[in-house]
């Protein structure tokens, strides 16, 4: 209950410096490595926006910044040829929905179709291999 507590008393603070950081054109990354939990990366980019990062800039944060921001932007961050690429297949673009890459209809990591049926069985297949 304190860090609920902790986060909640600066969310104001948090959200002003977050806003003056977009507005002078920091490089705003969507990722943490603190929660395995697989919505997480969802929670953050619904986040990003409410706080109001245009839809392009959102998209972004999850995709080419990260990327950028760790130095390997000449394989990862974007869907061209010898780069290195998960892909998700939407019902509609995101640039309209946002909301539409919540719910992908298919995923593939390392060239592998994965549907959250396959379960954890799948997962080191997926993600350790």
């Known amino acids: 209950q304190f860090m609920v507590d902790k986060a909640l008393s600066v969310k104001e603070?948090?959200?002003?410096?977050f806003k003056k950081a977009y507005k002078a054109g920091v490089k705003i990354a969507c990722g943490s490595?603190?929660?395995p939990l697989k919505d997480f990366t969802h929670l953050e980019l619904k986040h990003l926006k409410i706080a109001?990062?245009?839809?392009?800039?959102?998209?972004?944060?999850?995709?080419?910044?990260?990327?950028?921001?760790?130095?390997?932007?000449?394989?990862?961050?974007?869907?061209?040829?010898?780069?290195?690429?998960?892909?998700?297949?939407?019902?509609?673009?995101p640039l309209d929905n946002l909301e539409t890459v919540f719910d992908p209809l298919m995923v593939f990591k390392n060239g592998i179709q994965f549907n959250e049926q396959q379960g954890l069985s799948s997962f080191e297949d997926i993600y350790l291999n």
Not at 13 to 17: N, V
């Open 33 to 35: 490595d603190s929660s």
């Open 13 to 17: 603070i948090h959200l002003e410096g």
């Open 52 to 93: 109001g990062m245009s839809t392009v800039d959102t998209l972004k944060s999850g995709t080419v910044i990260p990327a950028e921001l760790c130095g390997v932007s000449n394989e990862y961050g974007k869907i061209e040829e010898n780069y290195v690429a998960d892909i998700i297949v939407l019902q509609e673009n």
